[in-house]
């Protein structure tokens, strides 16, 4: 099985302590990018479930436009970084897999979303001078 | 990396860098408000609003009148559609969605124009006293509201709103007494019916 950690340290970064955001344990500096949040699937996971309360694989699935591996891929690792919470349940015989938002994930998106909107008002300065 | 003293260089950097952000922006926005339409629709409010569509085609079925019959089914649409702002109202705020214009809204707001037309063209008909178009009219507007509402809620909506504009064209053919009937089918078994497939799809 793949080590869902691997691509992050792949790029240098340390597997971030289970309930510690990578940000807050790599000690970036609050400009930096959260990458773990950056990768568009992994935004799409973060902003669907900031909009609601739960979503289950399939309805992120179809919502993404992906595939089931490359969801699961993405969503462990946003589970391991405790953005998201994971709860695995049977509908009868189906099993259901459905996501939540932590508080972590939650305040990672909105300091990704204040770091796109400081962006952008930095280079509509630059643009004006 | 551009150099940072490399003439237009940064500007073009910077205009790169700020395109990626809006496009970012642009994809958190649209997510959000695709997943919350996962969930704005109740499954639950709809099959309260087919069992007070029921109630409400019975009473109506046992008139004297026809203009007494007019005015159950007028006062089952009043009920249901409190019951449908209330019940999409607390879907919505249980999903907690205050970063985005609700799709509850432009549901709403989509919806409105074939209901309205349904009101103005009941007096209408009513006037004229042709009683027995006044079902497929509204089997066929409401069904016409569904689709069009349909662009900002779960896909099985305008597979609703395409049942109703069907039962609609069925009863346009019948006269009253079955088109009652058809009325109870349609705004109380189809409502019950979808609204379990939808609470049971779309969290409730």
């Given amino acids: 099985m793949a080590d869902p950690g691997a691509a992050r340290r792949s790029r240098g970064e340390a597997p971030a302590p289970r309930g510690q955001s990578p940000r807050a344990a790599g000690g970036r500096g609050s400009a930096s990018l959260d990458n773990l949040i950056h990768h568009r699937i992994r935004l799409g996971i973060v902003s669907a479930l900031a909009a609601v309360e739960s979503l289950t694989f399939n309805e992120i699935k179809a919502l993404l436009e992906t595939t089931d591996g490359n969801l699961s891929v993405h969503a462990r690792k946003l589970e391991e970084a405790d953005y998201v919470t994971c709860t695995k349940t049977f509908d009868g015989r189906r099993p259901r897999t459905e996501y939540r938002l932590t508080p972590v994930g939650r305040r990672e998106l909105t300091r990704y979303l204040s770091h796109m909107e400081a962006l952008i008002r930095a280079t509509r300065d630059t643009l004006r001078r | ?204």
């Avoid at chain 2, 395109?19 to 994809?27: E, N, T």
């Avoid at chain 2, 103005?120 to 689709?147: C, I, K, N, Q, S």
Wanted: proline share 5%.
């Fill in chain 2, 1 to 204: 990396m551009v150099p940072s003293g490399a003439g237009h260089e940064p500007i073009s950097e910077s205009s790169t860098l700020h395109a990626r952000a809006m496009a970012d922006l642009r994809f958190i926005r649209e997510t959000m408000a695709s997943a919350s339409a996962f969930s704005a629709f109740s499954g639950w409010g709809l099959i309260l609003i087919g069992g007070v569509a029921t109630a409400c085609g019975l009473v109506a079925a046992r008139q004297p009148t026809r203009l007494r019959w007019l005015m159950a089914w007028v006062a089952a649409a009043g009920v249901s559609a409190v019951i449908g702002a209330l019940s999409t109202a607390r879907k919505t705020r249980t999903a907690r969605q205050p970063l985005i214009p609700g799709p509850a809204s432009k549901f709403a707001l989509s919806l409105a124009p074939a209901v309205v037309s349904g009101a103005l063209l009941t007096g209408a008909l009513e006037r004229a006293e042709r009683f027995d178009l006044l079902p497929g009219m509204w089997l066929l507007l409401y069904g016409a509201g569904l689709v069009a509402a349909g662009a900002w809620s779960v896909r099985v909506v305008p597979v609703i709103g395409a049942t109703f504009m069907g039962l609609g064209a069925v009863g346009l053919l019948l006269p009253l007494p079955w088109s009652n009937w058809l009325l109870i089918a349609g705004f109380g078994g189809l409502h019950v019916a979808f609204g379990v497939i939808v609470g049971r799809k779309h969290g409730g």
